[in-house]
């Protein structure tokens, strides 16, 4: 039974420019939620895809947008990178949208130079 | 709003010997609450979560944690430390209202000394 997958595992990009990040969820999970986790930091909710619509967001810019498709992959999509935006970008999956209980999956490492 | 305190940045201690984690939240809605362990270069594994019911809850690797509502805590106890529990540890809090949006803590970090 495979668990919450992420890629890539790491990369590097420079300022302005744009990333996208992509997670399959555990099988048989139908949510996907986003968190940002600055070194030395917990993580932070970006936001959480049901049903492909964008059902929660947290405190974050437009600039952080994302897609949730049929098969429940999702995917992160970061513009105009900062150097702020460095940081470990987990995927965490779930059956339904309340139920609280997350799987995560080994995250997405951005370096932004 | 919406916080958890971890306010142990760093923990030793010697292999075999007791722990205890603390974490304190601050939250509006009656809470779930959840410990996470993470290690170097990983993503987080669920040790515990309190839903509801008995406050005091078992996990997995040894781990048991207590809900105390009126401290408004849910500290994190082991019996017997190993060496492979080195790793940080995250307090997080939830609610139905809030669907899978959880709050963290800043995390312990938890090294065993042989």
């Known amino acids: 039974d495979a668990g919450v997958t992420q890629s890539p595992t790491h990369l590097i990009k420079t300022r302005g420019q744009q990333v996208t990040l992509r997670c399959s969820p555990k099988?048989?999970?139908?949510?996907v939620s986003w968190y940002q986790q600055a070194l030395g930091q917990g993580p932070q909710f970006i936001f959480q895809y049901y049903e492909e619509e964008e059902r929660q967001r947290g405190n974050f810019p437009d600039r952080f947008s994302g897609h949730q498709f049929p098969n429940y992959s999702s995917e992160l999509n970061v513009n105009a990178l900062l150097l702020g935006d460095s940081a470990l970008y987990l995927c965490?999956?779930?059956?339904?949208?309340?139920?609280?209980?997350?799987?995560f999956g080994e995250g997405s490492r951005l370096t932004v130079l | 709003a919406q916080s958890v305190t971890q306010p142990d940045i760093h923990i030793t201690v010697s292999e075999g010997a007791s722990l205890e984690l603390r974490c304190n939240y601050s939250y509006g809605a009656t809470p779930y609450l959840f410990w996470y362990v993470q290690s170097p270069g990983q993503g987080l594994q669920l040790l515990l979560k309190?839903?509801?019911?008995?406050?005091l809850v078992q996990g997995i690797k040894g781990f048991e944690a207590e809900f105390k509502r009126s401290q408004s805590s849910f500290n994190l106890r082991k019996p017997s430390v190993h060496w492979s529990d080195a790793a940080e540890y995250f307090c997080a809090v939830g609610a139905w209202e809030y669907g899978n949006k959880l709050v963290f803590g800043a995390g312990t970090i938890l090294r065993v000394k042989s």
């Open positions: 099988s048989g999970h139908d949510t």
């Open positions: 309190y839903f509801s019911g008995d406050t």
């Open positions: 965490a999956s779930s059956f339904g949208v309340n139920t609280g209980e997350l799987f």
